[in-house]
């Protein structure tokens, strides 16, 4: 079975432009999660979906916006790119039910800006 | 405001001995706690979880405890091989994350 993938794999923007995250989840699981790991630090949680809703939104500004697709995929936008916007991005499904704590990440999209 | 803290940036053990991860939070009300290993490159992988109904889950060479009144948990390794050299992340529930920790075991 194929794991989590994302795409692109690494990708460089400039300052003010916009860039889509692409995420495509375990066959069978409902539930993505968004997060951006910068350097030294752990994932901070941006966003969550199940069943096409968002389900909760972590501490970041408008410019980040995300959506998930009838086949469970999902997109992370980021609007008015930032420096500090320079991170990886992991994706991460799960199963969705209320029980279901772990996680499966896919390897992240590491995005420069410039 | 950090909820999971990992306060050791780094840790670095002999091969064969223990290795000890700690994490601590501050949010009594969470109940469910995981470890993530990281290898560059790669997206964090589950490890090992513990409810908050249990002081301590084992899973072969990995062990969690949790300690509910000092907030604290921690993960021991044993016997470290380095093939476990990664950064170790907490986890509170589903979406909370420490800073990791970065583990180094020497052959």
């Known amino acids: 079975d194929a794991g989590v993938t994302q795409s692109p794999t690494h990708l460089i923007k400039t300052r003010g432009q916009q860039v889509t995250l692409r995420c495509s989840p375990i066959?069978?699981?409902?539930?993505v999660s968004w997060y951006q790991q910068v350097l030294g630090q752990g994932p901070q949680f941006i966003f969550q979906?199940?069943?096409?809703?968002?389900?909760g939104r972590g501490n970041f500004p408008d410019r980040f916006s995300a959506r998930q697709f009838p086949n469970y995929s999902s997109e992370l936008n980021v609007n008015a790119l930032l420096l500090g916007d320079s991170a990886l991005y992991l994706c991460?499904?799960?199963?969705?039910?209320?029980?279901?704590?772990?996680?499966?990440f896919g390897p992240g999209t590491r995005l420069t800006v410039t | 405001d950090q909820q999971v803290k990992q306060n050791s940036p780094s840790l670095s053990v002999q091969e064969g001995r223990i290795s000890i991860l700690n994490c601590d939070y501050t949010?009594?009300?969470?109940?469910?706690f995981l470890w993530y290993k990281k290898y560059p490159a790669e997206g964090p992988t589950f490890l090992i979880s513990?409810?908050?109904?249990?002081d301590k889950n084992e899973d072969g060479r990995f062990t969690v405890f949790l300690n509910k009144s000092a907030k604290h948990l921690s993960l021991h390794i044993v016997p470290s091989q380095p093939g476990d050299s990664a950064v170790y992340f907490c986890?509170?529930?589903?979406?909370?994350f420490g800073q990791g920790t970065t583990l180094q075991v020497k052959p």
């Open positions: 991460a499904s799960s199963l969705g039910t209320s029980n279901s704590y772990e996680q499966y």
């Open positions: 066959s069978g699981h409902k539930s």
């Open positions: 949010n009594s009300m969470f109940d469910y």
């Open positions: 513990i409810s908050s109904i249990k």
């Open positions: 979906y199940y069943e096409k809703e968002e389900r």
């Open positions: 986890a509170a529930g589903k979406l909370i």
